[in-house]
C-alpha cells in the first residue's frame, strides 16, 4: 500500500468515527484561541451510562479543561449545555473544575440545564439561556433498593448542602429563593422542584443573561480583551 492510499484509508476512518460520534463528515476549523465544550445527555459517573442514553463522560471533559488551562493559545472556555442532568459527584466534580480555571469562561443553556446541570450552567464567569431553554431545580434522589435510611438521608443532606453552596458561590440567587425552588410542589406532578424557562432563571438571578451563541461568544470575547488590558 502506497503512502496515499493510505493517507485515505485514515481520511476516511476519520471521516466514519466523526460521522459515528458527531453526526457530520468533517469538523470545521474554528478559530483555536477559544476551547468549546459541550455537555450534552446525561452526565455519566462512576457507572457506565445504558447504550440507549446520550452521555458525557467526566473522563472526557476533565482532559480537555486541564489542557485548556495549560495551553497558552487558549484565552477562554466556552460551555455548551443540553443536559438532563445525572451523576451528582461527577457533575458537582466537573462544575468545580470549571469554576476553579483561571481563564475567561461563558456558559450557554441550549435545550436544558436539568438537576445537577444547574452548578454546571452556574460554574463559568458569566452564563446565557436561550428563549425557550429550561432548568429542572430539585433535591437529589435516588432509586433502588436504599440500606441504612437514616445515614442514607444524612449523606444526601451533605450533599445536597454542597451543591447549594456551590450555587450560591457561583450565582446571585439568594439562599431562601433557591430553596424555595427546590422544594415546591406546584410545578412538577409527582415531584417536588420548579421548572425555570428562558427568562425566568434570570428573573431569579441564577443566570446572568438571555442569549444566544453569538451573543455568549462576543461576551467571552469581551471577557478576554477586559483581561488582556489589566
Known amino acids: 500500500m502506497t503512502k496515499k492510499d493510505n493517507d485515505k484509508d ?4 476519520e471521516k466514519l468515527e466523526n460521522i459515528k460520534e458527531l453526526g457530520v463528515a468533517n469538523i470545521p476549523e474554528t478559530k483555536n ?7 450534552i445527555g446525561e452526565i455519566e459517573g462512576h457507572t457506565i451510562s445504558p447504550n440507549d442514553k446520550k452521555a458525557t463522560k467526566y ?5 480537555l ?3 485548556a488551562q495549560q495551553d497558552p493559545k487558549i484565552e ?3 460551555i455548551i449545555l443540553n443536559t438532563v442532568g445525572g451523576d451528582v459527584e461527577a457533575g458537582l466534580a466537573l462544575a468545580e473544575l470549571i469554576n476553579s480555571v483561571d481563564k475567561p469562561k461563558v456558559s450557554l443553556v441550549l435545550g436544558g440545564g436539568h438537576s445537577i446541570g444547574v452548578p454546571l450552567a452556574t460554574s463559568t464567569d458569566y452564563s446565557f439561556i436561550v428563549p425557550t431553554a429550561t432548568m429542572t431545580i430539585h433535591p437529589i434522589r435516588t432509586t433502588g433498593l436504599v440500606i441504612g435510611v437514616p445515614q442514607t438521608f444524612r449523606y444526601f443532606q451533605k450533599m445536597q448542602q ?7 458561590r457561583t450565582s446571585e440567587i439568594g439562599n431562601k429563593t433557591l430553596t424555595e425552588l427546590m422544594y ?7 415531584d417536588v422542584g420548579t421548572i425555570l424557562v428562558g427568562e425566568e432563571a434570570v428573573k431569579y438571578k441564577l443566570i446572568n443573561e438571555v442569549g444566544g451563541f453569538s451573543t455568549a461568544l462576543k461576551k467571552l470575547n469581551d471577557i478576554i480583551e477586559s483581561k488582556k488590558n489589566l
Not at 33 to 39: D, K, V
Not at 59 to 63: G, K, L, Q, T, Y
Not at 184 to 190: G, L, Q, V
Request: proline share 3%.
Open 59 to 63: 473522563e472526557h471533559i476533565i482532559p
Open 76 to 78: 477562554g472556555i466556552f
Open 65 to 67: 479543561l486541564i489542557a
Open 10 to 13: 485514515c481520511m476516511e476512518k
Open 33 to 39: 484561541n477559544i476551547q468549546f465544550i459541550s455537555i
Open 184 to 190: 415546591s410542589t406546584d410545578e412538577i406532578a409527582n
Open 162 to 168: 454542597r451543591i447549594i453552596n456551590f450555587i450560591l
